[in-house]
T-cell receptor, first 114, second 114 residues
Framework: SQQGEEDPQALSIQEGENATMNCSYK?????LQWYRQNSGRGLVHLIL?????REKHSGRLRVTLDTSKKSSSLLITASRAADTASYFC??????????????FGTGTQLKVEL | DGGITQSPKYLFRKEGQNVTLSCEQN?????MYWYRQDPGQGLRLIYY???????QKGDIAEGYSVSREKKESFPLTVTSAQKNPTAFYLC?????????????FGPGTRLTVT
């Protein structure tokens, strides 16, 4: 399996419900990031959690990180139709020559229905 | 899509032809990246550059080439040696400032080779 795999692959919920997506990874990380992609568009950064953090909030987003289990979850509360998109986790690791490299998971397709 | 532009949005080429995808950023970012995305999959790193006149191979560099002659520009050439070039190509950039880890993505170029 790949570094950074999301679960579930697809999720369909009603507006107002919460959506939870999970991400598992294999190697040590510097931080873990979540991105959103609307169909046919570029990715937009949502939130970053550092390896020494366990939970982080940003508006309706809540991210958790468990480095012992090498897993993270993204919770979107009170979902809206506009939240319909694909969500990717990306693990960030330092490169030996400097700089960082993101390794993306396969994504969760979220559909929020009215 | 921030300050990163990619052109064109759609590109059609015949098999055996080289094609160059444009990526320009006005964010004053040092690092730039090229990713490939196939349907239902996450992003895979093709090439990256942390500074002008320097670039490194990513995970799937075979059949691709890049240049970084200017800080603002990081064009990607898909050569005829790339066996499956049809894909969605995304360019990203990142600040080299300490503590800033998120990548900013362009809107993407969808390349179809027949």
């Amino acid at each position: 399996s790949q570094q950074g795999e999301e679960d579930p692959q697809a999720l369909s919920i009603q507006e107002g419900e919460n959506a939870t997506m999970n991400c598992s990874y294999k190697t040590s990380i510097n931080n873990l990031q979540w991105y959103r992609q609307n169909s046919g568009r570029g990715l937009v950064h949502l939130i970053l959690i550092r390896s020494n953090e366990r939970e982080k909030h940003s508006g309706r987003l809540r991210v958790t990180l468990d480095t012992s289990k090498k897993s993270s979850s993204l919770l979107i509360t009170a979902s809206r139709a506009a939240d319909t998109a694909s969500y990717f986790c990306a693990t960030d690791a330092r490169l030996t020559g400097g700089g960082n490299k993101l390794t993306f998971g396969t994504g969760t397709q979220l559909k929020v229905e009215l | 899509d921030g300050g990163i532009t990619q052109s064109p949005k759609y590109l059609f080429r015949k098999e055996g032809q080289n094609v160059t995808l444009s990526c320009e950023q006005n964010l004053n970012h040092d690092a730039m990246y090229w990713y490939r995305q196939d349907p239902g999959q996450g992003l895979r790193l093709i090439y990256y550059s942390q500074i002008v006149n320097d670039f490194q191979k990513g995970d799937i560099a075979e059949g691709y080439s890049v240049s970084r002659e200017k800080k603002e520009s990081f064009p990607l050439t898909v050569t005829s040696a790339q066996k499956n070039p049809t894909a969605f190509y995304l360019c990203a950039s990142k600040s080299a400032s300490g503590g800033l880890y998120e990548q900013y993505f362009g809107p993407g170029t969808r390349l179809t080779v027949t």
